[in-house]
């Protein structure tokens, strides 16, 4: 079946340096690859894309690789801020009865914490 | 910025009772979707709606669930008869006409939390 896996379910970091946090699939060949932010009690909030033929993608400190030969992608907080403390989902479109609309299957995220 | 918007933020009911969660999402999207995100675990896809039917749906989303666009701007979700299992954060997103990839991003909501005792 398939699966979803990020790295960690917390990560501690100190404020400034670079924060890494991975996410692992099996049984998908997915034409892109979502990484979202959620705050507690709050929706998640969609950060970036990649698509399956980007090898990385870049929005100000944040960046992601795609590595669809080992199945991963990697997501990349650079400069890191006490802000920044939030759980980051890993999205891809799941497989689901009807096909269409692009329905999300979410890992359970990385619970990152940066420390001042 | 438009943003989705979901009522009630909290919703309390007694098992097997009838609950409907209401949302609105950006007014020129096209796309609508609900998922729910049991306590401490992850965020889970229920079923997608596009042109006033289900395009997709999950094996969660079974027959004491329903959804419906009234009017223009609400999309709802309705549960029969309510579980205690049932018990989750809802979460209604919604998505612009897939010109391409670029626009596969989805806007969620705040979510109704939805207790049933």
């Known amino acids: 079946s398939q699966k979803i896996e990020q790295n960690s379910e917390a990560l501690n970091i100190q404020e400034g340096k670079t924060a890494t946090l991975t996410c692992n699939y099996t049984n998908y060949s997915p034409a892109y690859l979502q990484w979202y932010r959620q705050d507690p009690g709050r929706g998640p909030v969609f950060l970036l894309l990649i698509r399956e033929n980007e090898k990385e993608k870049r929005k100000e400190r944040l960046k992601v690789t795609f590595d669809t030969t080992l199945k991963q992608s990697l997501f990349h907080i650079t400069a890191s801020q006490p802000a920044d403390s939030a759980t980051y989902l890993c999205a891809l479109r799941g497989m689901y009865s009807g096909g269409g609309a692009d329905g999300l299957t979410f890992g359970k995220g990385t619970h990152l914490i940066i420390q001042p | 910025e438009p943003e989705v918007t979901q009522t009630p933020s909290h919703q309390v009911t007694q098992m097997g009772q009838e609950v409907i969660l209401r949302c609105v999402p950006i007014s020129n999207h096209l796309y609508f979707y609900w998922y729910r995100q049991i306590l401490g675990q992850k965020v889970e896809f229920l079923v997608s709606f596009y042109n006033n039917e289900i395009s997709e749906k999950s094996e969660i989303f079974d027959d004491q669930f329903s959804v419906e666009r009234p009017d223009g701007s609400n999309f709802t979700l309705k549960i029969r008869s309510t579980k205690l299992e049932d018990s989750a954060m809802y979460f209604c997103?919604?998505?612009?006409?897939?010109?391409?990839?670029?626009?596969?991003?989805?806007?969620f909501g705040p979510g109704t939390r939805l207790t049933v005792l």
């Open positions: 997103a919604s998505r612009k006409q897939r010109l391409s990839l670029r626009f596969n991003e989805q806007f």
